[in-house]
């Protein structure tokens, strides 16, 4: 299993029907909104809408109105602008927005986006001086600039202004520029703190346009605003749901040529195309350029107007993502020995080399991330200096990490799950220290291994072709608004098959007499850790699969295992966290399932005084010789059973990995089952006698 504990809401069937029939929508798609905590009426169709008047005015944002009086003032001027963007997704889609705006207006206006390799992120000087020489009087910043203090001074004395509009996290002191336009910034009262690079250029945009600004530009740059914020995994509630739903329309219209050519040269169906394809798909080859050097590549796919000029370019992005593919896969497989060679336990991962292409370390950050579950540091060193890419987990503040230890740094920037930084080498030993230093004071929440699931499937009629298919008015989905994630409990394996080269698994399982063809992507058959014939536990994005003309229910596999893991893996859950005095939630329907009976209490309770020396060995073997009986959810009941015992300090009880030590206390003595915080928290608090 990759994630530690499942957690799902409880399906309440008279509630869910209740809330399907007040809003006029399916049981599933109530029953996934209500466990989202949206249930009523006016709440679903509030959440659902993608109406325009969910845009917030870009004049609430702080600086925005001295901002757009400062470009309409260059406008009218005839000034040169050059608007300074980031080589990433988001910051070319919000370049070429804003460099197409200021043109439309009618003014000379370049784009300045520096090189990954060789500049690195945000401003630096030399191409301050670079835009001074070629005449430009005012640089607007998109995707960048929020902690530009020291290039926004030496801008002005070069004889330039500079509006910053960015998302990023602010540190401190503010640059002293005409605007700095960023939700971000402490003392901004915009609503929406997750606009995205692109996002904040559009409502730059819309507030220079004056009157309908938005509604004129969205009509041509929602594809833009799209494309940008779903690339940088931006929240898709609010008016985030508005540009990405308008978006997807333009998208699927393909009248950007640019656009329109990547998808095919993706294999992307143009007329259906989703967040998964611009996330997976467009967004990857689009980022290929600037990690190799090339990010002029991808600023010239969206501004090209000619078709047979736009596939060429298109090939030539998914050339360099082939070739960023292969990079990446030799640094990962160099980190991965590296590992090995420190004999790798847990912990933060902070590493560095001379012989890793910088362009690629995030990618391969974020590919340690999931399969560690911990911070990732990753440093490419040229020249005594280590230029690098962090990815954290859940529940651990990279950008906040970097804080703390910013003596040893020379730059950092970035967000709580991803940020960018540069080191000088001699420092790299205290940077490492700090870090780790921080890690040990900060760990990541315990949430950080739980999967979140809507709710467990109790009615198989939740599941036909009819109900999956009105999940498709949850689209987009995307961070804050992830796709229905569900649980099916005790299903029998019916059929492995092996596809994709061996690389993917295909399966059927059967509950409630109904058999569900299922697929799990990234699992060879060999590592499933079942056979035909087990009883298992599915996590899984049910889907509407077409096939030779026939649309069937699919179930896209996120976590699979053995029935009794989960299981086992929640009593962990409760007897940890109950005995740490934490109050948690426990489903009726696992409050039934795992409290022990009396009976358990006592026929395991003299199992283990019959064994004087007590039980050592593997945790499934010794739970199972313990059991009452030899039902799937016994051990678990077994286990609950024994925390319970050394709760009230009847037996010691260690777990080591998968080993378990057991043995009942010298002094025996006896114990009320119901002073046990366990047993209270299983029953409810109430007395079972």
Same mark, same amino acid.
Not at 199 to 225: H, I, M, P, S, W
Not at 254 to 282: N, P
Not at 554 to 574: C, H, P
């Given at each position: 299993?990759?994630? =530690?504990?499942?957690?799902?809401?409880?399906?309440?069937?008279?509630?869910?029907?209740?809330?399907?029939?007040?809003?006029?929508?399916?049981?599933?798609?109530?029953?996934?909104?209500?466990?989202?905590?949206?249930?009523?009426?006016?709440?679903?169709?509030?959440?659902?809408?993608?109406?325009?008047?969910?845009?917030? &005015?870009?004049?609430?944002?702080?600086?925005?109105?001295?901002?757009?009086?400062?470009?309409?003032?260059?406008?009218?001027?005839?000034?040169?602008?050059?608007?300074?963007?980031?080589?990433?997704?988001?910051?070319?889609?919000?370049?070429?927005?804003?460099?197409?705006?200021?043109?439309?207006?009618?003014?000379?206006?370049?784009?300045?986006?520096? &090189?990954?390799?060789?500049?690195?992120?945000?401003?630096?000087?030399?191409?301050?001086?670079?835009?001074?020489?070629?005449?430009?009087?005012?640089?607007?910043?998109?995707?960048?600039?929020?902690?530009?203090?020291?290039?926004?001074?030496?801008?002005? @004395?070069?004889?330039?202004?500079?509006?910053?509009?960015?998302?990023?996290?602010?540190?401190?002191?503010?640059?002293?520029?005409?605007?700095?336009?960023?939700?971000?910034?402490?003392?901004?009262?915009?609503?929406?703190?997750?606009?995205?690079?692109?996002?904040?250029?559009?409502?730059?945009?819309?507030?220079?346009?004056?009157?309908?600004?938005?509604?004129?530009?969205?009509?041509?740059?929602?594809?833009?605003?799209?494309?940008?914020?779903?690339?940088?995994?931006?929240?898709?509630?609010?008016?985030?749901?508005?540009?990405?739903?308008?978006?997807?329309?333009?998208?699927?219209? #393909?009248?950007?040529?640019?656009?329109?050519?990547?998808?095919?040269?993706?294999?992307?169906?143009?007329?259906?195309?989703?967040? @998964?394809?611009?996330?997976?798909?467009?967004?990857?080859?689009?980022? $290929?350029?600037?990690?190799?050097?090339?990010?002029?590549?991808?600023?010239?796919?969206?501004?090209?107007?000619?078709?047979?000029?736009?596939? =060429?370019?298109?090939?030539?992005?998914?050339?360099?993502?082939?070739?960023?593919?292969?990079?990446?896969?030799?640094?990962?497989?160099?980190?991965?020995?590296?590992?090995?060679?420190?004999?790798?336990?847990?912990?933060?991962?902070?590493? $560095?080399?001379?012989?890793?292409?910088?362009?690629?370390?995030?990618?391969?950050?974020?590919?340690?991330?999931?399969?560690?579950?911990?911070?990732?540091?990753?440093?490419?060193?040229? #020249?005594?200096?280590?230029?690098?890419?962090?990815?954290?987990?859940?529940?651990?503040?990279?950008?906040?990490?970097?804080?703390?230890?910013?003596?040893?740094?020379?730059?950092?920037?970035?967000?709580?799950?991803?940020?960018?930084?540069?080191?000088?080498?001699?420092?790299?030993?205290?940077?490492?220290?700090?870090?780790?230093?921080?890690?040990?004071?900060?760990?990541?929440?315990?949430?950080?291994?739980?999967?979140?699931?809507?709710?467990?499937?109790?009615?198989?009629?939740?599941? @036909?072709?009819?109900?999956?298919?009105?999940?498709?008015?949850?689209?987009?989905?995307?961070?804050?608004?992830?796709?229905?994630?569900?649980?099916?409990?005790?299903?029998?394996?019916?059929?492995?098959?092996?596809?994709?080269?061996?690389?993917?698994?295909?399966?059927?399982?059967?509950?409630?007499?109904?058999?569900?063809?299922?697929?799990?992507?990234?699992?060879?058959?060999?590592?499933?850790?079942?056979?035909?014939?087990?009883?298992?536990?599915?996590?899984?994005?049910?889907?509407?699969?077409?096939?030779?003309?026939?649309?069937?229910?699919?179930?896209?596999?996120? &976590?699979?295992?053995?029935?009794?893991?989960?299981?086992?893996?929640?009593?962990?859950?409760?007897?940890?966290?109950?005995?740490?005095?934490?109050?948690?939630?426990?489903?009726?329907?696992?409050?039934?399932?795992?409290?022990?009976?009396?009976?358990?209490?006592?026929?395991?309770?003299?199992?283990?005084?019959?064994e004087a020396e007590g039980y050592r060995g593997k945790t499934d073997q010794t739970l199972a010789v313990l059991s009452a009986d030899g039902s799937v959810l016994s051990p678990v009941r077994t286990y609950i059973c024994l925390c319970v015992f050394a709760e009230l300090g009847l037996v010691t009880l260690r777990e080591e990995g998968d080993n378990l030590h057991l043995a009942c206390t010298k002094e025996v003595r006896k114990a009320d089952l119901?002073?046990?915080?366990?047993?209270?928290?299983?029953?409810?608090?109430? &007395?079972?006698?």
């Amino acid at each position: 299993m990759k994630w =530690d504990i499942w957690n799902s809401r409880e399906y309440d069937p008279e509630a869910v029907s209740a809330c399907a029939k007040a809003a006029g929508c399916s049981l599933l798609l109530a029953a996934v909104l209500r466990a989202r905590g949206i249930s009523t009426k006016a709440e679903i169709a509030d959440f659902l809408s993608a109406d325009h008047t969910k845009l917030y &005015d870009p004049l609430l944002m702080a600086d925005m109105e001295a901002g757009a009086e400062r470009i309409r003032r260059a406008i009218a001027d005839n000034e040169t602008v050059a608007v300074y963007g980031d080589y990433d997704v988001d910051g070319i889609t919000a370049s070429v927005l804003m460099t197409d705006y200021l043109k439309s207006r009618g003014i000379t206006c370049t784009a300045y986006i520096p &090189d990954r390799l060789g500049e690195g992120y945000g401003l630096n000087l030399a191409a301050l001086e670079t835009l001074a020489k070629e005449g430009v009087t005012l640089i607007i910043t998109v995707d960048c600039g929020v902690t530009a203090v020291e290039e926004t001074a030496y801008a002005k @004395t070069l004889g330039m202004d500079m509006v910053i509009t960015d998302h990023h996290q602010c540190q401190g002191q503010l640059p002293n520029a005409i605007a700095v336009i960023d939700p971000k910034r402490p003392d901004c009262p915009y609503p929406n703190k997750e606009l995205s690079g692109v996002g904040v250029a559009f409502k730059c945009a819309a507030a220079v346009e004056g009157e309908n600004g938005q509604e004129t530009l969205l009509a041509r740059y929602a594809d833009l605003v799209a494309t940008g914020s779903v690339a940088d995994v931006m929240d898709l509630t609010g008016e985030n749901r508005v540009f990405v739903t308008e978006g997807l329309f333009q998208l699927r219209k #393909g009248e950007r040529a640019g656009l329109k050519c990547l998808m095919s040269e993706a294999g992307i169906e143009q007329e259906t195309i989703g967040v @998964t394809g611009i996330g997976y798909s467009l967004a990857p080859r689009l980022n $290929a350029a600037g990690r190799m050097g090339n990010a002029a590549l991808a600023f010239s796919l969206f501004d090209e107007s000619q078709s047979q000029n736009a596939a =060429d370019l298109a090939a030539e992005l998914c050339d360099l993502n082939q070739k960023r593919q292969e990079i990446e896969a030799e640094i990962l497989e160099d980190v991965l020995q590296m590992l090995e060679q420190e004999q790798y336990t847990a912990g933060p991962i902070v590493l $560095a080399s001379e012989a890793w292409h910088k362009g690629v370390l995030g990618i391969v950050a974020s590919r340690l991330m999931e399969r560690y579950h911990e911070p990732v540091i990753l440093l490419c060193i040229e #020249g005594g200096v280590g230029r690098g890419s962090c990815r954290s987990v859940k529940g651990f503040d990279v950008f906040r990490a970097l804080e703390a230890a910013a003596e040893h740094l020379d730059g950092y920037g970035g967000h709580e799950q991803a940020a960018g930084l540069t080191v000088s080498m001699e420092n790299f030993p205290a940077l490492k220290e700090g870090l780790l230093a921080y890690y040990a004071a900060h760990p990541p929440k315990a949430e950080a291994g739980v999967l979140e699931a809507d709710f467990t499937v109790e009615d198989p009629q939740v599941l @036909t072709l009819d109900q999956v298919k009105s999940l498709e008015r949850l689209e987009p989905c995307g961070r804050g608004n992830p796709n229905p994630l569900l649980i099916i409990e005790g299903a029998a394996l019916l059929k492995i098959q092996a596809i994709g080269g061996g690389k993917h698994v295909k399966l059927q399982a059967e509950k409630w007499g109904q058999i569900f063809d299922c697929v799990y992507f990234s699992m060879p058959a060999e590592h499933l850790g079942a056979r035909v014939g087990d009883v298992v536990d599915i996590a899984f994005i049910p889907q509407c699969n077409s096939f030779r003309g026939k649309t069937t229910v699919q179930l896209l596999i996120r &976590d699979f295992g053995l029935s009794k893991t989960r299981l086992m893996n929640e009593a962990r859950r409760i007897c940890t966290r109950v005995l740490a005095g934490e109050e948690i939630a426990i489903s009726a329907r696992d409050k039934a399932r795992l409290s022990p009976s009396r009976e358990e209490f006592v026929s395991i309770w003299r199992r283990l005084e019959a064994e004087a020396e007590g039980y050592r060995g593997k945790t499934d073997q010794t739970l199972a010789v313990l059991s009452a009986d030899g039902s799937v959810l016994s051990p678990v009941r077994t286990y609950i059973c024994l925390c319970v015992f050394a709760e009230l300090g009847l037996v010691t009880l260690r777990e080591e990995g998968d080993n378990l030590h057991l043995a009942c206390t010298k002094e025996v003595r006896k114990a009320d089952l119901n002073t046990s915080k366990i047993r209270m928290a299983l029953e409810g608090g109430r &007395d079972v006698g």
